[in-house]
T-cell receptor, first 117, second 112 residues
Framework: DTGVSQNPRHKITKRGQNVTFRCDPISEHNRLYWYRQTLGQGPEFLTYFQNEAQLEKSRLLSDRFSAERPKGSFSTLEIQRTEQGDSAMYLC???????????????FGPGTRLTVL | EDQVTQSPEALRLQEGESSSLNCSYTVSGLRGLFWYRQDPGKGPEFLFTLYSAGEEKEKERLKATLTKKESFLHITAPKPEDSATYLCAVQAPSGGSYIPTFGRGTSLIVHP
């Protein structure tokens, strides 16, 4: 396994279009996270899955954002009706299930850079 | 209010000049504090996990420590290849879930 992969690496779109990003986690990891990162900021949590269950989605930025992980493997993040303010790096990370009440480290993909014109 | 604050925002060092980066946090019920390194245009790369006050981890020129209120990343005799942004993150209860929260990072430049 070569780590977390994300596609596409770059996406340029026009305002109002829909975009979808894909994340393939490390195969033995059952937790998958999505983040947004803008210049000079740390990653901002959006949502996460354990297997196919989306356990937290209240931090998705608006109802234009949605994520799926239909078979508990890869995940997609969709942004509908994109706005210029959506321009950012979108990061995916995976981890194994926490044990003994603590959380394990996350392994990040290279990110998808979105530019909305 | 910010739950995770990193300082300084930026740090310039000469090669070989040791220093420390700070990560202070205000969360309770900590379930892990994580340090990552991020190079420009890339995803963060995991460095260390700390779980309890007094814990220390080392890797090459880096050493991470944890108290009940903050963590330090000590860099001993840094080299230019250590130049990167260093991110701190905590995993703690937030509204019924354990959401990871990142600081803004410290941008480190090491001059040869």
């Amino acid at each position: 396994d070569t780590g977390v992969s994300q596609n596409p690496r770059h996406k340029i779109t026009k305002r109002g279009q829909n975009v979808t990003f894909r994340c393939d986690p490390i195969s033995e990891h059952n937790r998958l996270y999505w983040y947004r990162q803008t210049l000079g900021q740390g990653p901002e949590f959006l949502t996460y899955f354990q297997n196919e269950a989306q356990l937290e989605k209240s931090r998705l930025l608006s109802d234009r954002f949605s994520a799926e992980r239909p078979k508990g493997s890869f995940s997609t993040l969709e942004i509908q009706r994109t706005e210029q303010g959506d321009s950012a790096m979108y990061l995916c990370a995976s981890s194994s299930t926490f044990t003994s009440g603590v959380y394990n480290e996350q392994f990040f993909g290279p990110g998808t850079r979105l530019t909305v014109l | 209010e910010d739950q995770v604050t990193q300082s300084p925002e930026a740090l310039r060092l000469q090669e070989g000049e040791s220093s420390s980066l700070n990560c202070s946090y205000t969360v309770s019920g900590l379930r892990g504090l994580f340090w990552y390194r991020q190079d420009p245009g890339k995803g963060p790369e995991f460095l260390f996990t700390l779980y309890s006050a007094g814990e220390e981890k080392e890797k090459e020129r880096l050493k991470a420590t944890l108290t009940k209120k903050e963590s330090f990343l000590h860099i001993t005799a840094p080299k230019p290849e250590d130049s990167a942004t260093y991110l701190c993150a905590v995993q703690a209860p937030s509204g019924g879930s354990y959401i990871p929260t990142f600081g803004r990072g410290t941008s480190l430049i090491v001059h040869p």
